[in-house]
């Protein structure tokens, strides 16, 4: 990790340099290599202001703090830069989660929820009821119906077994089949 300190109105010192190197370290285990960072560290009046660029892989983080104390300016700047790179990495990650993951991590939310549904509040109630009545089609029919309508899913009567079946949209574009 690479560092450039700029220093206005405080004399340079190795002691500070360290301890900013120390507490700016902790991103290295959240970035990839190589990671530029730039460091301005000010003094004014009855302040201390300490600031931060950071770059790395596309990913630019800037944060800046002020405080009446330096080294409390730059424990502070640690702690929002932290941040900033976890908020940012967990956007990145969720934008490139494959469409099993999102069935995973959907299933699971539903398992957690399911716990709670048994004990209903007195608020809910059914908002929206239709009449059906599902036909008895082919699965081919069902899947050319499904991609007319602009629903997720078709409720239908299987024409082979009689039974009634759902049919819906996968995340990843291909189609699910419940059978009852």
Request: hydrophobic letters at 35%; zero cysteines.
């Amino acid at each position: 990790m690479q560092i450039d300190f700029t220093f206005r109105n405080i004399e340079p010192s190795e002691d500070v340099k360290s301890y900013v190197e120390t507490k700016i370290g902790r991103v290295k285990r959240y970035l990839l290599e190589p990671i530029e960072a730039r460091v301005v560290l000010k003094a004014e009046k009855y302040r201390y202001i300490a600031e931060i660029s950071i770059s790395s892989n596309g990913i630019r983080i800037n944060a800046s703090e002020e405080t009446e104390d330096l080294y409390s300016a730059i424990d502070l700047l640690a702690d929002t830069v932290e941040s900033q790179i976890k908020k940012q990495l967990d956007k990145m990650r969720r934008r490139k989660l494959s469409a099993q993951e999102r069935n995973i991590i959907a299933n699971r939310n539903r398992s957690s929820v399911e716990g709670t549904m048994g004990e209903a509040d007195e608020d809910e109630y059914v908002v929206f009821t239709e009449p059906f009545d599902p036909k008895p089609i082919d699965l081919d029919e069902a899947i050319l119906q499904l991609n007319k309508s602009d629903r997720g899913f078709l409720v239908f009567t299987n024409q082979d077994t009689g039974r009634i079946n759902v049919i819906y949209r996968r995340e990843d574009g291909n189609y699910g089949l419940i059978e009852t």
